[in-house]
């Protein structure tokens, strides 16, 4: 059984920190891309960053390019994503996913929310100004 299960969120402030993890179980890990997503309320689910855990490619939306850093610990079945210099529109639930990993495919694809098989539970992000 595929589980993810994500931690890390909280309150913060403007341009504070946080580190989300999404820790994986029950697939091959590094058969995978991981994915982290976001919705704030009255919104839809946006992509914010995904990682090869096979070969480490990683891919981020616009809106947080050069804030946030996605990596993975093969060995922990892990997936970080550092958040920094945070904003109130970051605020929202954050959800990991997984899917597998197809060379064929790139950002458009990997960053939308409809290809992927596998969700968690999500965990709270509010940056307060």
């Known amino acids: 059984e595929v589980q993810l299960v994500e931690s890390g969120g909280g309150l913060v402030q403007v341009g504070g920190s946080l580190r989300l993890s999404c820790e994986a179980s029950?697939?091959?890990?590094?058969?995978?891309?991981i994915g982290w997503f976001r919705q704030a309320p009255g919104k839809e689910r946006e992509g914010v960053s995904c990682i090869s855990a096979h070969d480490g490619t990683t891919y981020y939306a616009d809106s947080v390019k050069g804030r946030f850093t996605i990596s993975v610990d093969n060995a922990k079945n892990t997936v970080y994503l550092q958040m920094n210099s945070l904003k109130p529109e970051d605020t929202a639930v954050y959800y990991c996913?997984?899917?597998?990993?197809?060379?064929?495919?790139?950002?458009?694809?990997?960053?939308?929310?409809?290809?992927?098989?596998?969700w968690g539970q999500g965990t709270q992000v509010t940056v307060s100004s």
């Open positions: 029950g697939f091959t890990f590094s058969d995978y891309v």
């Open positions: 996913a997984a899917v597998t990993d197809d060379p064929r495919y790139g950002s458009n694809w990997y960053l939308s929310s409809d290809v992927y098989d596998d």
